[in-house]
């Protein structure tokens, strides 16, 4: 979450600061007014539609300047009306009364621009869906996230949640990141063993969070971008970016999978166990890797697997199939399995190519942050048993790749434990041995 303190926490201290605000019908104001304006303002031209709405109505509340909202907020929306600057009114009463009046404006405005873009999307354009970071983390916060949940929580199948969130995204050509995860854990997810229900939904929902900051991180620190690149990162995310609200829309969003993994730049993979058993995830990940390079695969398994739930995962891998894995709709799967046919020679060619890329990009995880594994019992327990299946599953030369980075040899003693260094190193080996081992079966699997 972010530092700043929340829009009902700025109307508090408003109201506890000076009634004289809220009598007056002139300036005023001070910190907290422009901190709540600018969130206003910010709130309609990102089209956040309650966000807005409640946005609004808390300048209302907090007996901001009419006048003042009005100021901010030009060029952005029209006047109700005429279109012309509406004369500041002489109560408080007139005064919250014309701001509602102005917020009910800019919800209808904003509503109109959403039905306009769902038009668009029900003739196959503009399909193609973004949303900022700021979002996905909770860093936008204002009031109605308690309202509608969070981006992580398994609920868009309620109309009211889906529209919420689909207002916080825009059209788009392309995307820097597609996010692909799994939206239940069965409980053998790290330290969420014993959890059930809702309480299981809640602890995943925020371990995914977490997960995705790390990876974030990880995006910044390899792309070399600074903090106000990472901020202006667009994601491609199923729950906002297809309008579950809308059937008929969602239904050619599905369709049009395969080109929203096209035109992102890299996919962020929130892997905990289930995913190795839903089948929409598990064709996200190797379609991406049929159209981009490993490289831009950001996984992140680390922060779902433990010592307890090492041989679950491991077990995954080994025995994952197409006609193993669920959908929540059987219509999901039939269609699924159709892609599959039409993209690879046969059902065991995607079977192994996924086995062969999940062992090593996920070995690629552990390996990526040296300090976890850095014993030679954590090494043993995380890493090994990601090349001992490569052996068991006759991946030989993914073995042999993989077995020849002497992890100890190069963090400890070559690199003397310095992190840039390694990573160089790392990625030295993983492009010469194992990536080109990746791009061989994939050309064997794949139909011309």
């Known amino acids: 979450m972010g530092t700043s303190s929340s829009a009902p926490e700025r109307v508090r201290s408003l109201r506890r600061g000076s009634t004289q605000k809220a009598g007056g019908g002139g300036g005023g104001g001070g910190d907290d007014d422009n901190g709540l304006l600018q969130a206003v303002s910010q709130a309609l031209q990102g089209r956040s539609l309650n966000k807005a709405e409640r946005a609004w109505v808390a300048a209302a509340q907090a007996g901001i300047p009419f006048s003042r909202v009005r100021d901010e907020l030009r060029g952005t929306i029209t006047t109700v009306g ?22 009910q404006a800019a919800v209808e405005m904003i509503k109109k621009d959403i039905d306009a873009d769902l038009k668009e999307m029900k003739q196959g354009k503009g399909l193609m869906r973004s ?7 909770g860093e936008d916060q204002h009031p109605t996230h308690h309202l ?9 199948e309620q109309a009211d949640i889906s529209r919420f969130w689909f207002g916080h995204t825009e059209p788009a050509e392309r995307v820097d990141l597609f996010i692909s995860h799994s939206w239940n854990d069965d409980g053998n997810a790290k330290m969420m063993d014993g959890l059930q229900g809702d309480d299981l939904l809640r602890e ?43 059937p008929d829309v969602k239904s050619k969003c599905i369709q049009h999978l395969e080109r929203f993994l ?22 996200e990940w190797t379609h991406f890797l049929v159209l981009h390079s490993p490289e831009d695969i950001f996984v992140n398994v680390r922060s779902f697997l433990w010592e307890h739930n090492v041989a679950v995962f491991i077990d995954n891998v080994r025995r994952v199939t197409v006609k193993g ?35 090593a990009l996920c070995m690629r995880d552990f390996l990526a ?22 052996a068991e599953l006759g991946f030989d030369e993914l073995h042999a790749g993989l077995s020849s980075f002497d992890f100890m040899q190069v963090y400890h003693e070559d690199c003397a434990r310095d992190d840039s260094s390694y990573q160089i190193e790392l990625k030295a080996h993983f492009s010469a041995h194992v990536y080109p081992v990746l791009a061989s079966v994939k050309h064997e699997v794949i139909k011309s």
């Open 131 to 137: 949303v900022k970071l700021a979002t996905l983390t």
């Open 325 to 359: 894995c669920e959908c929540l709709m059987q219509l999901d799967h039939t269609i699924l399995e159709r892609k599959v046919g039409a993209l690879y020679k046969s059902e065991a060619d995607f079977e192994r190519f996924l086995r062969l890329s999940l062992i």
């Open 369 to 390: 942050y040296p300090d976890l594994v850095a014993t030679p019992e954590a090494f043993g327990l995380f890493v090994q048993p990601w090349m001992d299946l490569a």
């Open 82 to 103: 005429s279109g012309e600057a509406a004369p500041a009114p002489a109560s408080a009463e007139e005064k919250q009364a014309l701001v509602a009046k102005q917020a």
């Open 204 to 246: 995943f929902s925020a371990r995914k969070a977490t997960a995705m900051q790390n990876v974030v991180r990880t995006v910044k620190e390899l792309r070399g971008l600074s903090a106000a690149e990472v901020g202006e990162l667009t994601f491609w995310m199923d729950k906002p970016c297809i309008p579950q609200f809308a």
């Open 148 to 156: 509608r949940g969070d981006p992580w929580a398994a609920d868009a």
């Open 262 to 283: 096209e035109q992102a730049g890299g996919l962020i993979v929130l892997m905990n166990p289930k995913y190795l058993t839903r089948l929409w995830c598990i064709f």
